[in-house]
């Protein structure tokens, strides 16, 4: 059964840090292009970032207001992809969730939120 599982989520005070993980079931995280995304309340689900299959040579993917703070990974050992958040802000809080499509390779249509795989999200709460 193909599922994403994510976990790493809490409450961390501003300028804090925190880094979520995302253990893939059913297949295997180098074959496919994965993403991180999140939904604030009241607000529509945004991409984060996105790291691409191992047969495609592209830089991961981040929006512009994570860049510098956020940097996604992937362990093929664990099988897990992780998005490690530094500074964290208040605006960062948010469900997050990784997706997959069991398609793309690369990002670009990952970031399209349009996929097929989803995990049940992990909520980060940045405050002080």
């Known amino acids: 059964q193909v599922q994403l599982v994510e976990s790493g989520g809490g409450l961390v005070q501003p300028g804090g840090s925190l880094r979520l993980s995302c253990a893939a079931h059913g297949f295997t995280v180098d074959d496919y292009a994965i993403g991180w995304f999140r939904q604030a309340p009241g607000k529509e689900r945004d991409w984060v970032s996105c790291?691409?299959?191992?047969?495609?040579?592209?830089?991961?993917y981040y929006r512009d207001s994570v860049k510098g703070r956020f940097t996604i990974s992937r362990d093929i050992v664990e099988n897990k992809v992780f998005l490690e958040m530094d500074n964290l802000k208040a605006e960062d809080t948010a469900k997050y969730y990784c997706?997959?499509?069991?398609?793309?390779?690369?990002?670009?249509?990952?970031?399209?939120?349009?996929?097929?795989?989803w995990g049940q999200g992990t909520l980060v709460t940045v405050s002080s």
């Open positions: 997706a997959t499509d069991l398609y793309y390779t690369d990002c670009a249509g990952i970031t399209t939120g349009i996929l097929d795989v």
């Open positions: 790291i691409g299959s191992k047969s495609v040579y592209h830089s991961p």
